[in-house]
């Protein structure tokens, strides 16, 4: 019977009652004993990974590292969600680039690409050289060495 303002008593112990006298008697050992738990073992030490870089190769031959987000355009501007990303503006006469294109991002041991929208598209080059167009707002993972086009403007993405 539940009493307010009892204390439960430890296991194989009961209180004295009010109207019984005042011995505390012992109760008998239950068969089974309480869980006891066993701590994992500390994981083995491993090796840390080896840290790859990935770069944007230009059409001049200048490796742009890719640290996090990268917005790629003929002038681009951050907005969410990547306000911290760095900005590659680059020179293109034919202005097949837009303003903000794409967007590069670095995630884990890969690296993605996605069109933001852009007016001419992205497309990645496959080994025979045929385009394949990303579907625009999409991260699409592309290959270590693959070319990417946005709009005409031509970059590879190599990880060293």
Same mark, same amino acid.
Not at 34 to 39: G, I, K, Q, R, T
Not at 86 to 111: C, F, N, Q
């Given at each position: 019977?539940?009493?307010?303002?009892?204390?439960?008593?430890?296991?194989?112990?009961?209180?004295?009652?009010?109207?019984?006298?005042?011995?505390?008697?012992?109760?008998?050992?239950?068969?089974? +004993?309480?869980?006891?738990?066993?701590?994992?073992?500390?994981?083995?030490?491993?090796?840390?990974?080896?840290?790859?870089?990935?770069?944007?190769?230009?059409?001049?031959?200048?490796?742009?590292?890719?640290?996090? +987000?990268?917005?790629?355009?003929?002038?681009?501007?951050?907005?969410?969600?990547?306000?911290?990303?760095?900005?590659?503006?680059?020179?293109?006469?034919?202005?097949?680039? +837009?303003?903000?294109?794409?967007?590069?991002?670095?995630?884990?041991?890969?690296?993605?690409?996605?069109?933001?929208?852009?007016?001419?598209?992205?497309?990645?080059?496959?080994?025979?050289?045929?385009?394949?167009?990303?579907?625009?707002?999409?991260?699409?993972?592309?290959?270590?060495?693959?070319?990417?086009?946005?709009? +005409?403007?031509?970059?590879?993405?190599?990880?060293?």
């Amino acid at each position: 019977m539940d009493t307010p303002g009892f204390i439960t008593p430890p296991p194989g112990l009961v209180p004295p009652r009010d109207d019984t006298d005042t011995r505390t008697e012992r109760m008998p050992r239950r068969g089974a +004993s309480l869980p006891v738990f066993n701590a994992p073992p500390a994981p083995a030490a491993q090796t840390p990974p080896v840290s790859r870089t990935w770069f944007v190769v230009l059409p001049t031959g200048a490796r742009i590292p890719v640290n996090g +987000s990268l917005l790629v355009g003929r002038n681009p501007v951050r907005f969410e969600p990547w306000a911290g990303a760095e900005l590659l503006p680059v020179d293109d006469p034919v202005r097949s680039v +837009s303003k903000t294109h794409a967007v590069i991002e670095v995630v884990g041991d890969g690296i993605r690409v996605t069109d933001l929208h852009s007016t001419n598209g992205v497309s990645v080059l496959d080994a025979s050289g045929a385009a394949a167009p990303l579907i625009p707002g999409a991260a699409t993972p592309v290959a270590a060495g693959a070319a990417v086009l946005f709009g +005409s403007y031509r970059v590879q993405l190599i990880v060293a």
